[in-house]
């Protein structure tokens, strides 16, 4: 492997995908564990927003799950490399991330869960993946680059922060920034108001039902993905799509219309080597939304508002 990229002035980190794609896909099936004891305690929230996980100071959380009358959590700690565990009664426990398989990490964890008294069933295999190996039989994925999960946490940290201060000049329905453990991605989604035809679905062991309550509504998404660029990528679609979407003019110039995707791109690498990286990225995420509201008709002027309205009044 070559030596990992880092970060530079101005806190966007540098990792080239190529360095840690092992690592990734490894942390990918563990996210997806995680992701399901959350899943089967929460009721559900439209377009699967019970599901997800949070970007902390430290790593990615479940924040609250309840359970009986009580609740508990799970944190991925990416300065101390440590999956934690913790319950309202004061019981925790921590599983190490460090090099193993799905199938230890599936059993520490399950383990953990027991030992604290918090009985949890999962569907065990992972989904929108091929192949889908169970997660007790997958001895395939099993590294753990330390140095390498830091900096994507670090690129989530940046994206989150940038993509957080667009969603504030939203006031329509829009979704948290939050990390989707099924596709690997950090996600915001602002909504039309509009209900949606319905999806066809096609993700990989993913059942259509799934991608139909996902989009059951008219909406443009953005976020980040660790692929599609050298570095990651920021990505920006809308469902459904309208006429003229792939050909409405976005900035920065190194966005583009990935048509094998559906949807806008922008390199990582792009933003992050801009001489103004918020300013780039900001750019990408209203110019893509305006192509979704500009051409699908959406109700601007009561959807958007000043997040600076009440900071006259609040001095």
């Known amino acids: 492997m070559t030596e990992l990229m880092t970060e530079r002035a101005g806190g966007w980190p540098r990792l080239a995908v190529s360095d840690w794609a092992d690592t990734r896909d490894t942390l ?21 927003w019970q599901v997800t996980l949070y970007v902390t100071p430290r790593g990615l959380t479940t924040a609250a799950i309840p359970y009986r009358t009580g609740a508990f959590d799970i944190e991925f700690d990416f300065v101390d490399h440590r999956l934690r565990v913790r319950a309202d009664d004061g019981g925790r426990r921590e599983v190490a991330l460090e090099p193993k398989s799905v199938a230890r990490f599936y059993a520490e964890v399950m383990g953990a869960l027991d030992e604290l008294g918090l009985h949890t069933r999962i569907q065990a295999r992972p989904n929108e993946v091929e192949p889908a190996i169970p997660f007790a039989e997958d001895h395939r994925h099993a590294s753990y680059d330390p140095h390498a999960a830091w900096l994507f946490w670090r690129q989530l940290l940046q994206a989150d922060r940038v993509i957080g201060r667009f969603r504030s000049r939203f006031v329509g329905k829009v979704s948290p920034v939050h990390f989707f453990w099924g596709s690997f991605d950090l996600a915001c989604t602002r909504f039309s108001g509009r209900q949606a035809p319905p999806h066809p679905g096609g993700a990989p062991n993913c059942p259509p039902w799934v991608m139909a309550e996902g989009y059951s509504h008219e909406l443009s998404s953005c976020g980040f993905w ?3 660029g050298e570095e990651g990528a920021f990505y920006a679609y809308a469902y459904p799509e309208p006429d003229g979407f792939a050909d409405y003019p976005v900035g920065p110039s190194a966005a583009f219309y990935n048509r094998e995707y559906g949807q806008f791109l922008l ?22 939304y305006a192509a979704a509201a500009h051409l699908g008709g959406w109700d601007r002027a009561a959807l958007e508002a000043d997040p600076h309205r009440w900071d006259a009044q609040r001095r």
């Open 226 to 228: 660790p692929g599609g």
């Open 28 to 48: 990918h099936m563990w996210t997806q564990i995680v992701g399901k004891i959350r899943m089967a305690h929460t009721p559900l929230i439209n377009h699967w």
């Open 267 to 288: 390199p990582y690498e792009a933003v992050a080597d801009a001489a103004d990286p918020d300013g780039a990225l900001t750019e990408f995420l209203d110019t893509t």
